[in-house]
């Protein structure tokens, strides 16, 4: 309803941008599983009617393996009236990186472009990103991302943008756009600097990506893959932006099509490959968070070379110049419990916080301890004020 409209006024200057005709071609890759097919049918529409015909080289459709029958002959016959769209179909389900990265091996097109499947792409959307990579093949975009409403599936402008971040349990998170990134630019509309992606929706030049290894084939399913992707982007010669001319509506569901194997926390896994590649000594402040016990995350040794070869920065490096406002638990005076020494030793208390999300900015308090790494994770003394910075345990 809104898609229309989505695009501040400053964008629509065509003498700011390249002209269409010197811009690359894309692959619009799009992985799904089981997806509804108005759903799916919305965004491949979308990307069609909202995508310059020269720009757009082909829409690959990967099917992980889906077992619903609407996605499977009645989606081959309808998508046959559209040359640019292609089907590819994974044999037994492989998870959504491997999917994506199926989708790379058969795209043709210049530039790749990755969109979830429950998606609406607006008037406008593509050039500003294809315009990006054109000026600098080492530049990764994205999109602002709107919300189209579970409920409603009302598509909803957003007005507010905001960058990457992550914090020390390497979950992605959503931030303000930094006072010295503002200072940058002359307009609120130009591309940003961002410290990492959300990941689902974003371009990348395909040799670039290529020479970045593209994804680790040692993540399984899903998770980790947008902030391996960040960090290498920026400590292997490249930069990550958000770009607010583009916007894409994207459906935000309330649980994960994932079925997770028994036994196996494919996150945390992820997650130890992407810190003993990437991280350096910071890995540790995430292992303070989940133990030392690692367990087997698979050989990494193959990627290690890659970022060998690639002669990228450090980790300290990134933090330093990318995400300065990243809080260093290593900087904090002290770390770890604070515990009353008084009274019987089974009765003695510690100061935490509560571990559900439901608890957020509820203020610290006494609690039994633990003895599984103090939520308390810093003390800052200063003067006659203590500020406690602590980690809520999700």
């Known amino acids: 309803m809104y898609a229309h409209l989505c695009r501040d006024p400053w964008c629509r200057a065509e003498d700011r941008f390249l002209p269409t005709a010197s811009l690359p071609s894309t692959s619009v890759i799009i992985c799904f599983h089981n997806e509804a097919w108005s759903v ?29 029958d609407h996605v499977k002959e009645d989606l081959e016959r309808y998508m046959a009236q559209f040359p640019k769209v292609r089907i590819v179909r994974a044999a037994l389900r492989v998870g ?28 406008g959307w593509l050039e500003p990103l294809l315009e990006r990579i054109a000026r600098n093949s080492t530049i990764v975009v994205c999109p602002i991302i709107d919300i189209i409403s579970d409920d ?14 992550f914090d020390w349990n390497l979950q992605f998170n959503w931030h303000a756009v930094p006072a010295r990134e503002k200072a ?14 959300a990941g689902g929706l974003f371009a990348i030049d395909r040799a670039f990506f290529e020479r970045l290894g593209s994804y680790d ?12 992707l960040s960090f290498k982007t920026w400590m292997c010669g490249g930069t990550l932006e958000i770009v607010p001319c583009s916007h894409v509506g994207h459906i935000f569901r309330k649980r994960s099509p994932y079925k997770w194997r028994s036994g196996v926390n494919v996150l945390r896994r992820n997650s130890i490959r992407l810190a003993e590649v990437w991280m350096d000594d910071y890995k540790r402040y995430y292992y303070d968070r989940i133990g030392p016990d690692l367990g087997d995350f698979g050989d990494v040794s193959s990627r290690k070379q890659l970022r060998e070869d690639l002669r990228c920065r450090s980790f300290g490096w990134y933090v330093d110049n990318i995400y300065p406002e990243l809080f260093i638990p290593g900087s ?51 003067n ?5 910075v602590y980690n809520i345990i999700l």
Not at 217 to 228: P, R, T, V
Not at 384 to 388: G, P, Q
Request: glycine fraction near 8%; proline fraction near 5%.
């Open 384 to 388: 006659s004020f203590i500020t406690v």
């Open 40 to 68: 799916l049918l919305r965004t491949v529409h979308s990307v069609l009617d909202r995508s310059p015909h020269q720009l757009l080289h082909e829409i690959i459709l990967v099917d992980d393996a889906s077992t619903m």
């Open 184 to 197: 940058r630019h002359a307009h609120p509309a130009e591309p940003v600097w961002s410290p990492t992606m």
């Open 152 to 165: 409603t599936l009302q598509y909803q402008k957003s007005g507010y943008v905001a960058v990457g971040g």
């Open 217 to 228: 084939s040692g993540f399984d399913i899903w998770g980790g893959e947008n902030l391996e």
């Open 96 to 123: 959504l990186i491997r999917a994506r990265l199926m989708g790379a091996a058969h795209a043709r097109g210049q530039v790749l472009t990755y969109l979830d499947s429950h998606c609406e792409a607006t008037e």
């Open 332 to 382: 904090a005076v002290a770390s770890g419990e604070l515990r009353n020494l008084f009274g019987a030793a089974d009765n003695r208390v510690c100061l935490d916080s509560p571990a559900k999300k439901k608890d957020f900015n509820k203020p610290v308090g006494l609690y039994p301890c633990h003895l599984q790494v103090g939520s308390v994770q810093s003390i800052i003394v200063n």
